[in-house]
Nanobody, 115 residues
Framework: QLVESGGGSVQAGGSLRLSCAAS????????MGWSRQVPGNERQWVATMYRDGRTAYADSVKGRFTVSKDHTKNTLYLQMNTLTAEDTAMYYC????????????WGQGTQVTVS
């Protein structure tokens, strides 16, 4: 199970930190990550954190967003800084299987609104 939290409304230029609490897994996934979606648009990949600690970001968020993980809490984070209206979306946490970075399970999402 993946449960996101931390979304909300913020003014442009502000910051938010999203959390994704994972539970019920008996293995360490190959990667976890974040995507976002605006109604009527396709889901857009935002960031990935691999099991070995590597990270990857979409160009649109590089330098502003940071993905991290607290292994003791089994929680993935997305620190979002210098937010713009274009970042407004539903943000989803996702996890992959054990052997490859292919997201196969998604949380319910948390809404981020930037005005």
């Amino acid at each position: 199970q993946l449960v996101e939290s931390g979304g909300g409304s913020v003014q442009a230029g502000g910051s938010l930190r999203l959390s994704c609490a994972a539970s019920g897994y008996t293995y360490s996934p190959y990667c976890m990550g974040w995507s976002r979606q605006v109604p009527g648009n396709e889901r857009q990949w935002v960031a990935t954190m691999y099991r070995d600690g590597r990270t990857a970001y979409a160009d649109s968020v590089k330098g502003r967003f940071t993905v991290s993980k607290d292994h003791t809490k089994n929680t993935l984070y997305l620190q979002m800084n210098t937010l713009t209206a274009e970042d407004t979306a539903m943000y989803y946490c996702a996890t992959a299987g054990r052997w490859a970075c292919a997201f196969n399970y998604w949380g319910q999402g948390t809404q981020v609104t930037v005005s």
